[in-house]
């Protein structure tokens, strides 16, 4: 059963089903000086449930965001609720041992419970539903790679069985199903959370980004705009840490992956899916009323300058194969971080940092782990003892597998660095379609040259603020991405994500009238 493209074009524009069918409330930018007890960045599931937590015990709470509520990773999520993280168990028993990865599956299935008796308790309307996630091989090495983590679930009680089937059109091998799992819409979840927060009168500010924290008793956390947040303490949940005092952009890598909603005839029978080998492809309902599928996958480096328009076509022909006739709705990416040993960072940001939290690095799996950092995070700061806080701590640090991976990724960021000095641009201005991005040369130098969709042409400089690697262009997303750390920029150069806080040096830019100038940019 092939797809044929064609049938079901892939729309131009790219937008998060999530955002389409929720309408969040808006926030003003701070314009004052504050001070509050916890000062929160970043407002995404992490944030938004820590700081739910925190004015529930009693805490003076202040929420900030670069941009608008859940526009990051929790806006462009797959939305599963699991403990069961595509293939990790059988992993994490050989680098941490048994006892702190039976400690990682408890923490995350306390994780799914807790927003599952949150939405039972409060009767929250966002398509809540009790799955069962399933991790399936269709090549023999997979199903070697299911038979072991089989055995881990078993090694550490997680309850589990086994199908040698599948009732979806894919040549299952193995799969390996965790009960008792869930998912939902996470805004609709989130809109419930904030609008609690506004009953508990917690100050929320949009727009508003933190670029400093100065530490002198308390903590002080600067924005753009100048206004100071005075507190005892400080969570950053802004995804990559925007105040990377622990070599954070060295401990971790970025990827992105993509997602589209299909509408479909028939509905998939119930679960969660996720493949176990490559290409990786995620499977789940969602609760509509025409059957809507996500189809997700085609996860890859950030920055690392393929044609990214390419894996929307590839995931549109995957989700025809398995879903015959459908029709694409919304497509989307969105970008993660890894960590060395793929244990996410959740706990004071480093042994010298007393009063400053960091959560990250959660891989795909942030509406669990953002759930589980914010009960954990909030433990902390009440000071409440919470079992999992060794597991998760960011000051870990083990032989095997971490330095490994340390090394092999840092070199990595050096050949980029290399690669990106010494290559030579083969294509010129006049290559340039409208909406198109490439990399010219500019007076000798590697530059990036977009046309907008009216032929107006901007230039800016392709080397990343952050530590200097050079960017490409991600035409699916219409995005500067660098190959580094992932830091992401839009055509014009300003910063979307990752750890440069600064935009890229704007080179050129033609004017309204079409009569061009040269800009130089600061900062
Ligand atoms: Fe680190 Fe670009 S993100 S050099």
Request: some cysteine.
């Amino acid at each position: 059963m092939n797809h044929d493209p064609k049938a079901s074009p892939i729309p131009d524009e790219t937008s998060s089903i999530w955002f389409d069918t929720v309408h969040l409330p808006s926030f003003q930018l701070l314009k004052e000086n504050l001070v509050t007890e916890v000062t929160i960045v970043g407002a995404g599931i992490t944030g938004i449930t820590s700081a739910y937590l925190l004015a529930k015990a009693g805490l003076k709470v202040a929420l900030i965001d670069a941009g608008q509520l859940c526009s990051g990773t929790t806006g462009h999520t797959t939305a599963k609720i699991t403990a069961q993280h595509s293939l990790i168990y059988d992993e994490l028993i050989g680098h941490v041992g048994e006892e702190k990865a039976r400690l990682y599956y408890k923490a995350n299935q306390e994780a799914v419970d807790w927003i599952a008796n949150m939405v039972r308790k409060h009767d929250i309307h966002c398509d809540f539903q009790e799955q069962p996630a399933i991790v399936y091989a269709e090549m023999e090495k997979e199903a070697g790679k299911i038979e072991k983590e089989l055995e881990a679930y078993n090694k550490l009680g997680i309850p589990c069985r086994v199908a040698n089937s599948l009732d979806l059109p894919l040549q299952v091998k193995k799969a390996l199903i965790m009960p008792h799992q869930a998912q939902f819409h996470p805004l609709m979840y989130l809109h419930f959370l904030i609008s609690r927060l506004a009953k508990m009168d917690v100050p929320i500010y949009e727009q508003t980004m933190a670029v400093d924290i100065e530490e002198s008793g308390s903590c002080i956390v600067r924005t753009e705009e100048g206004y100071r947040i005075t507190s005892r303490d400080v969570l950053i949940c802004s995804h990559f840490p925007f105040y990377d005092k622990g070599f954070y952009f060295a401990r971790m890598y970025p990827e992105r992956s993509y997602l589209m909603a299909v509408e479909t005839e028939n509905p998939i029978p119930e679960g969660m899916y996720i493949s176990a080998g490559e290409p990786k492809r995620s499977i789940r309902s969602l609760s509509a009323g025409k059957p809507v599928v996500l189809v997700g996958g085609e996860n890859h480096k950030t920055g690392r300058g393929e044609n990214t328009s390419l894996h929307f076509q590839k995931l549109a022909h995957f989700a025809g194969d398995v879903l015959g006739k459908m029709k694409i709705i919304n497509h989307w990416s969105a970008q993660d971080y890894t960590t060395l040993d793929k244990i996410p960072y959740i706990g004071r940001l480093s042994s010298a940092k007393k009063h400053i939290y960091v959560a990250t690095g959660f891989r795909k799996w942030g509406m669990t782990s953002g759930t589980l950092a914010a009960r954990l995070l909030s433990d902390q700061i009440l000071e409440r003892d919470n079992p999992y806080s060794s597991v998760f701590s960011p000051s870990r640090f083990a032989a095997d597998p971490m330095v490994r991976r340390f090394v092999i990724e840092n070199s990595k960021v050096a050949a980029h660095l290399i690669k990106g000095k010494i290559e030579r641009a083969r294509t010129s201005v006049d290559d340039l379609e409208n909406d198109q991005g490439i990399i010219i040369s500019l007076n000798g130098k590697r530059a990036g040259a977009y046309k907008d969709e009216k032929g107006k042409i901007v230039v800016v400089d392709t080397t990343c603020t952050h530590m200097g690697c050079e960017v490409n262009w991600n035409q699916g997303e219409r995005t500067w991405d660098c190959p580094c750390h992932g830091s992401r920029y839009k055509p014009t150069g300003e910063v979307i994500d990752g750890p440069a806080r600064k935009p890229l040096n704007l080179l050129f830019a033609e004017s309204k009238d079409t009569e061009s100038k040269d800009t130089e940019r600061e900062g």
